[in-house]
Structure formats: C-alpha cells, structure tokens
C-alpha cells in the first residue's frame, strides 16, 4: 500500500501562489509516476501535472496551468510538489496527489492506483 498525504492547502488571493507538497508514509516513492490531479465544486476531476519517477524527470502539464504551475519531486525526501502561481479562481478545488505504480507516464486518472485524501485550495477574486 501507498499512503500519500498531501499538505500546503489553503486561501488565496488572485494572482498568488501555494506550494502543495505529497509524502508517502513509510514507502518510497522513487519508482512511480506521480501526478496531481484536482476536482472543483460540480465538476469532474481533471489532470493537473505528471512526473516520472526520476528528479528532475518527464513532466506533462494540462493546458489551463501550463506556465503557471510547476511539478517536482526530491527523491531524498520522497515528496512531490506542486508550486502554483498566479493563481485564478478557477483554480479553486481540492487538490490531489496521485501514485501510478505501473511506470509510464500518463494522465488518465485511470492509470494511478494510489490516492491522497485531498488538500482544499481556494482562490478569491
């Protein structure tokens, strides 16, 4: 089992940033593509950012925070982060880290096995 946490959450302003950060307890993280993934209020969860399992690896960005947000893991501390800038009231939801134990990077939440229990973000216009 994977145990992700995700931590960073909170009340923003328009235009400002957050930092989500991921932890697993226990088990390491260093061989899965991780991602995260959001759900607004009456929407479906969408993909938000991916990253293979190498620091500094593949990363692949959904079109509505490509520029503004930023994916990296430290397999040191076996975390995964998630720096968002310029922050937009659409960008209000929960966010949630995601682990894909079978390796290829993919964006489909189909394809991660293994879930956090979300971090709220919201942005205020």
């Known amino acids: 089992q994977v145990q992700l946490v995700e931590s960073g959450g909170g009340l923003v302003q328009a235009g400002g940033s957050l930092r989500l950060t991921c932890t697993s307890a226990g088990r390491t993280l260093v061989p899965y593509t991780m991602g995260w993934f959001r759900r607004a209020p009456r929407k479906e969860r969408e993909f938000v950012a991916v990253?293979?399992?190498?620091?500094?690896?593949?990363?692949y960005y959904a079109d509505s925070v490509k520029g503004r947000f930023t994916i990296s893991r430290d397999n040191l501390k076996n975390t995964l982060n998630l720096e968002m800038n310029s922050l937009k009231p659409e960008d209000t939801a929960v966010y949630y880290c995601a682990a894909d134990t079978s390796g290829p990077l993919r964006v489909a939440s189909t394809a991660f096995n293994f879930w956090g229990q979300g971090t709220q973000v919201t942005v205020s216009s």
């Open positions: 990253m293979t399992w190498r620091s500094g690896g593949t990363t």
